[in-house]
């Protein structure tokens, strides 16, 4: 479960949109932000020699979705030197890395193992990896380890806006002893079933919900006709019959961006999507809080 935690961000020259360095207080984990521009400052900090796990992030795949490598070297800086002349695709790399330099080859192999499946499984990346391939001996107290540091080095990397083991959908969670599964929300029309979760990025439709194909006169022309054909092009939607079917989870900006996906039309998603009870999302998210007038 999540818990309050307080999380440190260094920026060596000042600059938020260059070198970011983020530590949780109480941890010995340290993830360092690298635009690829600024790889060269990199190499000159101490962290550059040491053993680390490394993410490097880039455009957009075929399929819509943020490119990711994850790897792990005995010395960061000269794998990221290795990178930087043969993969084109990324423009940040993160590092993740030990204050305390206690990291060895051990731990980094199978944080990178770790880390590739449970990036695979929340399926927000493209990975460039391929598989997973085998899981590498580790040690029980080197294994215990190195979940702690995973653990720490997801937070930080989300905090940095690289989510890139979070799923979208939320998993049902333990609250006070009882399990507390999550609010899902319908938008139904001709040929349309959606279902989804409205979260803290956005709104997420599920996998296999349905969408209509046809769209109506009034939108033709416009963005929203655009908008849903991305959907075709990056394989979000496919053609099952009379129907588009959602190939993945999807994450929106907006209730209605998704109810526009889902109908076809021009659409108010807080009042299309409602619960199994029949309640709006309006009406369970926005007006379930008192007035301050």
């Not at 033709?220 to 989870?249: A, I």
Request: aromatic share 8%; with cysteine.
């Amino acid at each position: 479960m999540p818990r309050p935690q307080t999380i440190q961000i260094f920026l060596p020259a000042g600059d938020p949109r260059g070198i970011r360095v983020a530590e949780i207080t109480t941890r010995i984990v340290r993830v360092i932000e690298v635009p690829r521009s600024q790889l060269a400052d990199f190499l000159k900090m101490p962290e550059a020699q040491q053993v680390g796990v490394y993410f490097l992030m880039g455009e957009l795949s075929e399929a819509g979705l943020p490119r990711a490598y994850i790897g792990q070297s005995g010395n960061v800086g000269t794998r990221l030197v290795q990178h930087n002349q043969g993969k084109d695709f990324w423009n940040r790399a993160l590092v993740v890395i030990s204050l305390t330099n206690s990291m060895t080859q051990t731990h980094a192999l199978f944080l990178e193992w770790f880390a590739i499946a449970d990036a695979t499984k929340a399926g927000r990346y493209s990975l460039e990896n391929g598989n997973t391939g085998a899981r590498p001996h580790t040690p029980a107290p080197l294994e215990a380890d190195c979940h702690e540091i995973h653990e720490t080095a997801a937070t930080l990397l989300a905090t940095l806006g690289q989510p890139i083991f979070e799923p979208l959908t939320g998993a049902a969670i333990r609250v006070d002893g009882n399990i507390s599964a999550p609010e899902l929300f319908y938008c139904k029309g001709p040929e349309a079933n959606g279902v989804g979760e409205y979260t803290s990025e956005g709104f997420v439709v599920h996998k296999g919900s349905t969408a209509r194909i046809e769209i109506v006169a009034s939108i033709k022309g416009t963005s929203q006709e655009r908008f849903r054909q991305q959907l075709v092009t990056d394989g979000v939607l496919q053609q099952s019959g009379n129907q588009f079917v959602f190939t993945r989870d999807h994450l929106f900006s907006s209730p209605s961006m998704a109810a526009i996906a889902v109908l076809g039309r021009s659409a108010n998603g807080w009042i299309e999507w409602k619960t199994e009870q029949g309640q709006t999302l309006d009406g369970a998210k926005r007006q379930a809080f008192p007035s301050t007038a």
